[in-house]
């Protein structure tokens, strides 16, 4: 079942009724201002930390769903509606909502009135636009009143949600003509402040939220509505929000626009206040004085367009397969570029409270992007970086506002350090700026303590070589890629952390899946030391990454497929010798992936198992069989009923994995079977069952053991998004960037048929042709360059800004 549609022409996801089974969100800004919106106008709005620069209040998990957002009630008469139907949930003669590219248009009809309402963060600005359109569609006069509406939250959102003996009592505001200012604690402690405002005069306002709802009653019913006029409040402490009230009469035909911009400020302290008590607006005004005419909105809205068209035109494919092509060109793309925002920080799932940018979430994400933004994946890694101990170990996460560690939840998951070279490797090999590794970068943002990148990624390779367990290969830590999986900590109580009650670490417990990573990554360490001039370094390197992989074939393989981990006890994990967990998709994944057990025939064996043992109709599944009681001994994993999150869900971002190694051994149909089957636009015909939206990934899905099979959870932020465009983009399609120019290597259903991409590339710009007369699944067989023959499959990096013509031969 469907609750909308794919508009590929505009780039949009068209959703045609309100009452979608879950939220359906979008994601505005690109750079230091956010905003979250849902198909129903519910979100929040924050300034670069969504835990401490929060500027709208949201209440998760509350009742009725998706509780708060920036909602505009209209009263025609006695009918009072929105247009984004929540929140008073009135029936629609007409609704629509349109989320795209940094955008989202919500339309509604009721009674011949016509209310459309556009949201975005303009390029340059901290606001948030919102463009509405009233027009009316009847025969006769209209008469109405128009109510905007948000909640202010008071700056820190975990504070704001539990200190109310304190924040009850510090709401402050201002109203200067059209525009409500919020200026909570800026007499005291802080430097800015936010606002809104609409370009029209105004009939009144309120900015108590008591005043505005009334006693005992909630956004769906507002008193001031209902009355039809505002109170004029002033808010003093309670919970300060932002209420425009503005009467319209519009002819037969007619049509009016209003533009509201919610935005901050920041003054230096020295210009705090115009007067005594009064907060200092000239850069709100300035703000403010950008956006008063539908021409200047049409303008900042002509620049997002164009700011898109640009990014996504690094990477394009034209074939077949208008899924294949809507997915590429647009919604991964995009989602790739909101997880480089976001991290794992907010959504609507994670709150923006607990959680900061992750170590080795961002260094995967960066994967994704690279190529759509390589100066912002730069600056990217250095930060990173910067978070890194001197041990080459790391925090785990870091806070956007400061780039500083998150102690909170420490160090120790052993996985993190590889994922530096990796981010590092993949952003050399995209740009060919091996620059970056001479930059000086602090460790745990101890200036004294800078040192060159390439040292950096240095301590990140030793770290694993000094971290070994009995088996020779590399210690877990407090966990790997999967945080659930905690084979040092033994939680035995409810309130003791997974991850950091215990010792945490320990000298026995193995991860066979940071083996892999260090194959991989090792290898790419190696090649940095190479092309470097550091050959003794590159030397040593190799002979390192060969004793882990020996490792990992001697004590690694469980006989059909790759081990798991040894745990703290010498006992395996992801065993046929175990009673429940017996086969893993990580190591499946990664150990193929990274060249591990290729010549030898295990690669192909252990996906053959991946097939058997793991493969559903929704995806692959992380496990099987399923835990079916706690295992002290391993942790979280075991904690989350049969089928869900990591006992045995289909865990998204791994999948991508799976497919990438079945193309490097050559099987172009089942890498394309597995890529489809948590690919959104394939999942939108069941979208009852799946849930979340149809237009990104999620992180996990309920596999086959769970209740709700097929049902996903945790949208958007998710390594998901780069790893499968990294599948796609890389080893399907086959253009993947190396030292010495671009890989050309397609690994294809052999049914795909032609297809042609568009890549730049450093200077270049690549118009690919790929042929596949004989139907094969892999082989280049021809490669032309601007009618060139070309020995192999690389096309030869030149530092020439220009475009080429490329033909590529299958067979």
């Known amino acids: 079942m469907k609750f909308g549609y794919f508009d590929d022409q505009h780039k949009e996801y068209v959703i045609t009724t309100p009452k979608t089974p879950l939220p359906w969100i979008n994601y505005l800004g690109n750079r230091e201002f956010f905003s979250l919106i849902s198909n129903t106008c519910g979100g929040y709005t924050f300034y670069r930390d969504a835990r401490l620069l929060r500027l709208t209040r949201y209440r998760y998990n509350d009742v009725p769903c998706d509780t708060n957002g920036k909602y505009f009630y209209i009263k025609d008469g006695d009918c009072i509606w929105n247009p984004g139907w929540q929140p008073t949930k009135t029936d629609l003669d007409f609704y629509e909502c349109c ?37 009316n569609d009847g025969d006769a006069p209209k008469t109405f009143s128009l109510f905007s509406y948000v909640e202010w939250c008071l700056w820190n959102a975990d504070d704001d949600m539990k200190n109310f003996q304190r924040n009850l009592s510090i709401g402050e505001v201002e109203i200067e003509d ?95 206040w115009s007067a005594p008590g009064i907060i200092n607006k000239k850069p709100a005004k300035e703000i403010l004085a950008k956006y008063q005419t539908d021409a200047q909105v049409e303008q900042a809205l002509s620049a997002l367009a164009a700011y ?31 997880t480089f925002n976001m991290s794992r920080s907010a959504s609507y799932y994670e709150s923006g409270i607990g959680r900061g940018m992750g170590f080795r979430d961002s260094c995967q994400d960066l994967l994704g992007f690279v190529h759509l933004i390589p100066e912002r994946a730069r600056e990217r890694i250095l930060d990173i970086a910067a ?56 460790f745990d943002n101890d200036v004294s303590l800078a040192a060159p990148l390439m040292e950096h990624l240095h301590r990140s390779f030793d770290y694993i070589v000094n971290h070994k367990g009995p088996h020779g290969l590399p210690l877990i830590g407090r966990a790997d890629w999967n945080d659930c999986l905690n084979l040092n900590c033994f939680s035995a109580h409810p309130g003791e952390s997974f991850q950091t009650f215990g010792p945490s670490e320990g000298p026995i417990a193995e991860s066979v899946f940071i083996a892999a990573m260090f194959v991989k990554y090792g290898n790419a360490y190696a090649k940095l030391c190479r092309l470097t001039g550091n050959t003794s370094e590159a030397t040593r390197a190799e002979k390192e990454v060969d004793k882990i992989y020996d490792a990992i074939l001697k004590d690694g393989w ?74 002290l001994e391993l942790g979280e994993i075991t904690s989350y009923p ?112 032609d297809f042609e991409l568009t890549r730049k590339f450093r200077e270049g710009i690549y118009h690919i042709q790929v042929r596949n007369p004989k139907q094969v699944e892999k082989g280049v067989v021809s490669l032309r360059v601007d009618g060139q023959e070309i020995a192999g499959n690389v096309i030869p990096y030149v530092r020439e800004k220009k475009e080429y013509q490329v033909e590529v031969t299958l067979g």
């Open 558 to 631: 469980d006989g059909k497929w790759f081990l798991r981990a040894y745990d703290a006890h010498g006992q395996k994990v992801g065993s046929h010798e175990c009673e429940e967990g017996q086969i893993y998709i990580e190591t499946q994944g990664f150990c193929p992936l990274a060249g591990v057990g290729v010549k030898e025939g295990l690669a192909k064996e252990a996906l053959d198992s991946v097939k058997e043992r793991l493969d559903t109709k929704y995806g692959i599944v992380l496990l099987q069989p399923a835990y079916t009681r706690y295992h």
């Open 642 to 753: 049969p089928g869900y999150k990591e006992n045995a869900g289909i865990f998204c971002h791994n999948n991508p994995w799976v497919s990438i190694s079945e193309t490097v051994i050559g099987r172009g149909d089942r890498a394309f079977e597995i890529y489809q089957k948590t690919c959104p636009a394939y999942v939108e015909e069941f979208s009852e069952i799946h849930r979340t939206e149809p237009y990104v990934y999620s992180q996990m899905i309920a596999g086959r053991d769970a209740v709700f099979f097929g049902e996903a959870k945790n949208s958007w932020l998710t390594g998901t998004a780069a790893w499968t465009f990294v599948n796609i983009s890389q080893h399907i399609l086959g253009l993947l960037p190396t030292h010495e120019g671009l890989s050309v290597n397609p690994c294809i259903p052999h049914d795909f048929g």
């Open 387 to 442: 978070t890194q101990f001197i041990d080459g170990s790391a925090y785990h996460q870091y806070q956007p506002l400061t780039k500083k560690g998150n102690s909170d939840i420490g160090s120790g998951f052993n996985d993190d350090p590889l994922w530096l070279i990796a981010g590092t490797d993949a952003y050399i090999r995209e740009t060919g700026d091996f620059s970056i590794l001479d930059e000086a970068v602090p």
């Open 308 to 338: 898109w068209e640009d990014l996504l035109s690094k990477y394009h494919v034209t074939s077949s397969n208008e899924k294949v092509d809507r997915m590429v060109n647009i919604w991964n793309q995009y989602q790739c570029m909101v």
């Open 99 to 135: 989320h795209g590219l940094g955008y989202s248009r919500f339309t509604g009809k009721k009674k011949n009135l016509q209310a459309s309402v556009l949201f975005f963060v303009p390029l340059e600005d901290n606001c948030e636009l919102q463009w509405l359109h009233l027009k």
């Open 178 to 272: 059209s525009v409500i200012y919020h200026k909570t604690e800026y007499r005291e402690r802080r430097d800015h402040f936010a606002f809104y405002g609409v370009n029209a005069p105004i009939d009144g306002f309120d900015t108590s939220r008591d005043a505005f709802l009334g006693a005992y009653r909630g956004n769906d019913h507002p008193q001031v509505v209902e009355k039809g006029a505002c109170s004029n409040s002033v808010a003093s402490g309670w919970s300060p929000i932002a209420c425009h009230q503005i009467d319209l009469t519009l002819a037969p035909g007619q049509e009016k626009s209003l533009i509201f911009v919610l935005g901050y400020a920041e003054n230096p302290l020295a210009e705090k």
